[in-house]
C-alpha cells in the first residue's frame, strides 16, 4: 500500500476502502488494522503516510475459528433440512465438536463422535458446499473435456525466446488440501479453470499486466507458499476497531455450507455489543434480498437471501 501511494499520490486524498471475501475475513481486517496503526504512526515514523482509511468490507469470511467452517456445519445442516433432528440431537448430547483448525481447537474425537461425524458429512456429500441450495459443480459440458485435460495437464507459453510451462486449472484436491470430506480418493479429479490459466499465461495478457518477462508461468495453486494460520483468526481486529472511525461490514449469503450464516451470527453474538438498528429486511426491486441489523461500533451484518459463499457473483444486482 505504501508503494502504491507513492507511485498515486494523487489517490491519497480519496476514500479508501478494503473489501474481500471467505479467507479474506483474515486479510481484510488484519490490513485495515495495519493500514490504521500505520496512521497513528504518521508524524513520529518518517515511513507512514497517512491513509484515508473509512472502512472495510467482508463477505462470508472466515472470523473466529471457535465457530465458522466445521463448529457450525452440523446446526447448518439441521436447519436446512439436511440432516435429520435426531442426528444433530445425538452430536450434542455427546457434547462432539470439530474444527477447521483442530490444533488450535482440538476436536472431541470419540468413537461415538466421529461415527456422527461421519454421518452428517455423508448426508452433506451430494451438495455443494459452498451453496446447499445450488446445483453442484461441474455440470456436464465440463465434465465432458476431463479426460483430454488430464491427459494434457500442462501447458505452455513462450516469452523472450524463453518456453514457460504451467499447469491447468486445479484439482479439488490441490485447490482445499485440507477438506477431506469433500474429496472422493476412488475418483478421478476434476480439473477446473483451466481456462483462466490459458488466459493469464498469454503473452498479450502478461504484457497489459506489466509483468516482467523473467517472471515465471502463472498457476491457480501453488504447494512453494509458506502460510502459518493463527489461532486468533481476525474478531480481535473488530474490537480493537470499535470506536476507531473505521465503519465494518460483513454480508453472509445465508445458504453458504462453508463459512455459514449460523457461524458468523455466534462469533457477532460473541462481541457482546449494543444493537443500534434492529434486525430488518432490505430490497432489490421491491423483493427482499436479505436482512440487516446495526451494532454499536460503526458495524454492520447483512445477509444475503438464497445465495452463498460467492453472494457478490450469485446475486450481483442485490449485493451491489
Known amino acids: 500500500m505504501k508503494s502504491f501511494y507513492v507511485k498515486f499520490p494523487e489517490y491519497l486524498p480519496n476514500e479508501l476502502f478494503i473489501s474481500g471475501e471467505s479467507y479474506a475475513g483474515v486479510y481484510v481486517p488484519w490490513l485495515s488494522w495495519q493500514i490504521y496503526t500505520n496512521n497513528q504512526q504518521v508524524g513520529y515514523d518518517p515511513t507512514a503516510v497517512q491513509m484515508n482509511l473509512q472502512g472495510y468490507m467482508v463477505g462470508n469470511g472466515a472470523t473466529n475459528w471457535e465457530f465458522d467452517v466445521e463448529p457450525s456445519f452440523a446446526q447448518t445442516l439441521r436447519w436446512f433440512n439436511i440432516i435429520p433432528p435426531s442426528l444433530l440431537d ?152 470499535r470506536y476507531s472511525g473505521v465503519r465494518k461490514l460483513f454480508y453472509s449469503g445465508d445458504t453458504d455450507g462453508a463459512v455459514n450464516t449460523y457461524g458468523s451470527k455466534r462469533w457477532i453474538a460473541n462481541l457482546n455489543w449494543s444493537v443500534t438498528k434492529a434486525w430488518k429486511p432490505w430490497f432489490t426491486d421491491e423483493q427482499v434480498s436479505g436482512y440487516a441489523e446495526s451494532y454499536d461500533g460503526d458495524f454492520d451484518f447483512v445477509t444475503v437471501k438464497g445465495v452463498g459463499h460467492m453472494a457478490p457473483q450469485w446475486a450481483r444486482k442485490a449485493v451491489l
Request: aromatic share 16%; glycine share 4%.
Open 90 to 241: 445425538s452430536f450434542e448430547a455427546n457434547d462432539c465438536h470439530y474444527y477447521f483448525y483442530p490444533a488450535f481447537n482440538p476436536d472431541v474425537q470419540t468413537p461415538k463422535c466421529d461415527a456422527l461425524w461421519i454421518k452428517i458429512n455423508e448426508y452433506a456429500s451430494g451438495l455443494n458446499w459452498y451453496d446447499l441450495y445450488r446445483p453442484v459443480y461441474p455440470d456436464s459440458s465440463i465434465l465432458a473435456k476431463q479426460a483430454e485435460l488430464r491427459a494434457n495437464r500442462y501447458g505452455s507459453v513462450t516469452i523472450d525466446g524463453v518456453e514457460k510451462r504451467y499447469k491447468k486449472g486445479m484439482t479439488p484436491q490441490e485447490y482445499m488440501p485440507w477438506a477431506k470430506h469433500l474429496q472422493m480418493a476412488d475418483s478421478a479429479p476434476i480439473i477446473l479453470g483451466d481456462y483462466l490459466t490459458d488466459y493469464m499465461n498469454m503473452a498479450e495478457t502478461r504484457t497489459a499486466f506489466n509483468i516482467p518477462s523473467s517472471v515465471q508461468a502463472w498457476e491457480m495453486c501453488s504447494s512453494d507458499v509458506v502460510y502459518t494460520e493463527q489461532h486468533f483468526a481476525s474478531e480481535w481486529i473488530y474490537q480493537t476497531l
